[in-house]
């Protein structure tokens, strides 16, 4: 028993549950921000996308090339709108949420990265997600080949090799690995990485009951993985759900690598003195 949430309201979240291929990215990143915010509405995110294709509708209609469509797009969101990136935003979770982005103009490469391809996309743009390591991009798969765009920084538009080496300069990684990580990223992937950037961000800042929402999508979306439920697990002790944290702590402990009982059992402990406080 490590999740009873029912995620049938979320209805393209649900779907990646079922490992379905047609899932809406933008929906989900929504789906993902109402847990800050019970009462958002998706209708004012989603008619700002929508009026941002209709007015880059006649640049890409004009456009002499893709290249030239693509950087429409980026000089609009970028440039006219001023939607980037700064490091202000990776320490804030609410640049990982569609409808802050939009209100404050800043945002982490990932969700700046969504709100460009739901842009592109109703603007007859296929921009397709990329998880690098360290920094999350976009890519148009052209006539001429991939081009890749990096949302975080204005919309920056750089070739297969400019793309490489923007990449070894802030990993330090070799060229050979970096390449395999150059291709499309399908939704779920890009979800789990969106809620993993969250949960780091909740954590650092103590926010254990928005790091529990978040949590459950994960645990939901990798019912396999011990890692995700021991974290479950933690989270559910930092939350002071102390009976919870316990069942989950010894359900971990029926599968957890041997050098990990040790832990789990101090925290139960830790968990058994939490509810004796309570009782």
């Known amino acids: 028993m490590f999740s009873e949430r029912d995620f049938a309201h979320d209805t393209e979240f649900s779907k990646l549950l079922v490992r379905d291929s047609d899932v809406d990215l933008t929906i989900v990143s929504l789906e993902i921000a ?6 958002l509405q998706f209708e004012a995110t989603l008619e700002w996308i929508a009026n941002r294709a209709n007015d880059l509708a006649s640049d890409v209609a004009g ?12 000089t609009m969101l970028g440039e006219t709108h001023g939607i980037r990136g700064d490091a202000g935003a990776m320490l804030q979770p609410e640049s990982s949420y ?14 700046l990265s969504i ?7 109703a603007a007859g743009i296929e921009l397709k997600g990329v998880a690098a390591p360290q ?39 070799p060229e050979s690995e970096l390449k395999p990580c150059l291709k499309p990223a399908d939704p779920r992937a890009i979800t789990i990485r969106m809620l993993n950037n969250l949960k780091v961000l909740h954590a650092k800042q103590d926010n254990w009951s928005a790091a529990w929402f978040v949590q459950e999508r994960l645990v939901a979306l990798k019912p396999n ?4 439920r021991r974290d479950m697990a933690f989270i559910a002790l930092k939350c002071e759900r102390s009976q919870l944290a316990i069942e989950l702590l010894n359900e971990c402990l029926g ?5 990990q009982s040790g832990l789990l059992t101090q925290h139960i402990e830790e968990a058994k003195r939490q509810l004796a406080r309570w009782n």
């Open 255 to 259: 599968d957890c690598p041997e050098d």
């Open 225 to 228: 993985s011990y890692e995700e």
């Open 63 to 74: 456009a002499w090339s893709e290249l030239d469509a693509l950087r429409a797009l980026c």
């Open 98 to 111: 569609l409808p802050e982005v939009i209100a404050r103009k800043r945002g982490i490469p990932i969700s």
């Open 115 to 121: 709100l460009y391809m739901a842009v592109a996309q």
């Open 34 to 39: 109402r847990d800050a915010n019970a009462d």
């Open 135 to 173: 920094h999350f991009l976009t890519r148009f798969d052209g006539l001429e080949g991939p081009v890749f765009i990096d949302a975080f920084g204005g919309g920056r538009i750089m070739d297969g090799n400019e793309c490489l080496a923007f990449l070894r300069d802030i990993t330090n990684m």
